[in-house]
């Protein structure tokens, strides 16, 4: 079992930057993928970005270009560096880390863009 503890969320304004933290409470090294996902009010959790075990980058169209996630297998941590903010990027952002059939998920962390 796997314990993912997102952190790094809050207010900011719209132009801002925010970067999101995912720690882990074991080795992620075995992780296929580790991705971040966001749901905002009255609608479906959707993928953000996500980062495979070799460092192969996959994002949301709606982020390309402003949103980087990374991985440090060393600390067990994902992180999403998130530029440009725009109000229509509030959501809970939570953490995944999947593998074979194993699938985890983070609680969550609130990201709230004011125009």
């Known amino acids: 079992q796997v314990q993912l503890v997102e952190s790094g969320g809050g207010l900011v304004q719209a132009g801002g930057s925010l970067r999101l933290s995912c720690a882990a409470s074991?080795?992620?090294?075995?992780?296929?993928?580790m991705g971040w996902y966001r749901q905002a009010p009255g609608k479906q959790r959707e993928l953000v970005a996500t980062?495979?075990?070799?460092?192969?980058?996959n994002y949301a169209d709606s982020v390309k270009g402003r949103f980087t996630i990374s991985r440090d297998n060393a600390k067990n941590t994902v992180y999403l560096q998130m530029r440009s903010l725009k109000p229509e990027d509030t959501a809970v952002y939570y953490c995944?880390?999947?593998?074979?059939?194993?699938?985890?998920w983070g609680q969550g962390t609130q990201v709230t863009v004011s125009s």
């Open positions: 995944n880390a999947f593998r074979l059939a194993e699938s985890y």
């Open positions: 074991g080795s992620i090294f075995s992780f296929n993928t």
């Open positions: 980062i495979t075990s070799g460092g192969s980058t």
